[in-house]
């Protein structure tokens, strides 16, 4: 019997075709590289969206804090101190413009977001057609806001608007819409709502279709109403959208400028509709004035990011 033949290779020897990973400073090297590779689109889109928030974000938020503490004049630019908010707290149309722009964001969270909801409410319950209604109650949101608005300022005309045309087949009388100053900020916010509500209807019927059936199935059979359905079971299934949307809309209404511009020329019937960032155009625009317009923006930041932090610690705590 011949004795067996033993193997004289290496035992720990890789298959072919293997190749061993390099060890050291080289190995940290590649796999760097190599990840470098596989995330470089990645970083170049970070990159992008960093640059561009520098740009138009930041860089002007900056640039608008320097130039509250700033005045030009006659080509040369100095320190103003506070003379620029100085001047702002004590010019008249700067509290007029905080009431109005404070009695928009109330009269447009009474309507814009109650009605989206309700709109959103009432097209959960079809069961047909709900495509072609989403589309419709969007519809204003695809419309440039300008058309829009000159649209709702030919229904405000008081000779030939259509709302006034409503209001005499009824047999009640005219209104001067957008010319008396107890109904043009109504009217404001009136085409504001139109403009702007389909967005979050249907982010609102988004939420409601992500509700259990069975929620309301159980609501039925302790006999709950249509009214008891909607506080008990869909107001707290959306709690955490109606609060988002709640702060998106008052820095949203607080930032008011388009409606009140083009409807009543900005300022309105004895002031009635002039907001604070309209004030701030009229003082950039109109006055040559980038300081004061500058320190009026800031006061509006601070007012804005102040909400918002009350906002995120009232959440912090209902959440705990």
Avoid at 145 to 170: C, I, M, Q, T
Avoid at 219 to 234: M, P, Y
Wanted: hydrophobic letters at 50%.
């Amino acid at each position: 019997m011949s004795a067996p033949t033993l193997s004289t290779g290496n035992a720990s020897a890789p298959p072919p075709g293997h190749h061993r990973r390099p060890t050291g400073p080289d190995s940290t090297r590649e796999e760097f590289v190599r990840a470098v590779r596989r995330n470089i689109s990645a970083h170049g889109f970070l990159i992008g969206a960093v640059l561009c928030f520098s740009f138009f974000s930041w860089y002007p938020m900056v640039r608008e804090f320097v130039l509250a503490f700033q005045k030009t004049e006659d080509g040369r630019t100095t320190w103003a101190g506070w003379s620029n908010l100085s001047y702002v707290f004590n010019d008249p149309a700067f509290w007029q413009a905080w009431r109005n722009t404070l009695l928009f964001t109330a009269l447009a969270l009474v309507f814009g977001f109650a009605v989206p909801f309700v709109v959103a409410v009432v097209l959960n319950e079809f069961r047909h057609a709900q495509g072609y209604l989403r589309l419709l109650v969007y519809l204003p949101v695809m419309l440039p806001p300008v058309a829009s608005v000159l649209l709702f300022k030919y229904f405000y005309d008081p000779g030939y608007g259509l709302f006034n045309r409503v209001l005499e087949f009824l047999h009640l009388p005219a209104l001067q819409w957008l010319q008396d100053p107890d109904t043009s900020m109504l009217s404001v916010v009136i085409a504001s709502t139109w403009m702007n509500m389909g967005g979050a209807t249907l982010i609102y019927l988004a939420a409601l279709q992500g509700i259990p059936g069975e929620l309301y199935e159980a609501a039925e059979l302790d006999g709950a109403g249509l009214l008891r359905k909607v506080w008990h079971v869909t107001v707290p299934q959306t709690r955490l959208i109606l609060s988002l949307l709640l702060l998106m809309q008052i820095i949203a209404t607080m930032q008011v400028f388009t409606e009140p511009f083009l409807l009543t020329n900005g300022a309105g019937p004895e002031g009635s509709t002039t907001t604070v960032v309209y004030l701030i155009y009229q003082y950039a625009f109109n006055f040559n004035n980038y300081g004061s317009a500058a320190a009026l923006g800031l006061v509006l930041l601070i007012v804005l990011a102040g909400f918002s932090a009350v906002y995120v610690r009232l959440s912090r705590s209902s959440e705990d």
